[in-house]
């Protein structure tokens, strides 16, 4: 990490759009104890990445110069950030709303990494406070929608108009929905699909397009089905019936294992053999999945 002293007309921000709200505490803070946090400048050291509200305290109290802290990759500019966040004081500070920190989440992707193994969207999702897959499928959309340019074209007007649901997804769901399905919902309506007022149409929607779903797969499915004979020599044995306290308790196990693996937000470098070991166990895990889906479905026809 580069720590120098700047003077503060040097300093671009033209890119970026923060609430000011009331500087006078700031600045006042600032006055009796300095800037605690230096600014967060880019590579070139005189464009700002965080530190709109401090900047212009600064400018208020008069300052000519401060220090700023010029992160050289990845891992020292997330880390800069999350100590921002820590640091945050109620008093002063605004709290960032998720649009400020997936828009600034933005300018970690633009640093270098220290290697090729280091992911940017992971530290970014973990600087915003996000699980890094719900990250990526709101920064595509939000990419998509580029959010200022003129003469937009169908897929970003549909964008824009995704990415305010997918925020209110994350900030505030529906009761029995987890934001990540809502996410994923959204998502897949990028280019195709009715696009919902609000998070909460959103729900009788799904059903019915589940619907039509099924009545399709009824009809394609023939009335009746021959079923293989088994030979004389091999006995089957039926599997053991299932009560539904005894499914749902299973379910539900399973549930919580992929929640709590899925919350990993980093793996740290492993050996090609740990990687192919684990995309195989995956790989089975998935299969007794579908087995499970086949075997509940079946079970809907009783």
């Not at 008069?62 to 891992?75: C, K, L, N, W, Y």
């Not at 992911?119 to 970014?124: E, F």
């Not at 699980?131 to 169908?154: H, L, Q």
């Amino acid at each position: 990490m580069k720590i120098k002293n700047i003077t503060l007309s040097d300093i671009k921000y033209d890119h970026r759009v923060r609430e000011m709200g009331d500087l006078r505490k700031l600045a006042e803070s600032i006055a009796k104890n300095g800037v605690i946090q230096p600014l967060i400048m880019s590579n070139d050291g005189v464009t700002l990445i965080s530190g709109l509200r401090r900047l212009h305290a600064l400018t208020l109290l008069g300052v000519p110069e401060t220090r700023v802290q010029i992160p050289s990759d990845v891992v020292e500019l997330a880390a800069a950030l999350q100590m921002e966040t820590e640091r945050a004081d109620a008093a002063t500070d605004l709290p960032m709303t998720l649009r400020e920190r997936m828009n600034l989440a933005s300018e970690i992707h633009g640093v270098p990494a220290p290697s090729s193994r280091v992911s940017h969207s992971i530290y970014a999702s973990d600087f915003v406070g996000i699980p890094n897959r719900i990250y990526w499928r709101i920064r595509a959309v939000m990419n998509t929608a580029k959010e200022g340019k003129s003469n937009p074209t169908f897929s970003m007007i549909r964008a824009r108009k995704l990415v305010p649901l997918m925020l209110d997804a994350v900030e505030a769901p529906p009761p029995g929905w987890s934001p990540s399905r809502i996410i994923e919902e959204l998502h897949q309506l990028r280019n195709d699909g009715d696009i919902p007022e609000t998070i909460r149409h959103m729900k009788p929607r799904r059903q019915s397009l589940r619907m039509r779903v099924d009545l399709k797969r009824e009809a394609a499915e023939p009335a009746f089905k021959d079923t293989p004979t088994p030979s004389p020599r091999v006995q089957i044995l039926p599997s053991p019936s299932r009560r539904v306290p005894e499914v749902s308790r299973a379910v539900a196990s399973l549930v919580g294992v992929c929640a709590g693996i899925s919350s990993i937000t980093e793996v740290k470098p492993s050996s090609a053999d740990d990687l192919a070991h684990w995309d195989s166990e995956l790989r089975d895990c998935k299969k007794h999945i579908n087995v499970l889906h086949t075997l509940i479905r079946k079970a809907s026809n009783v």
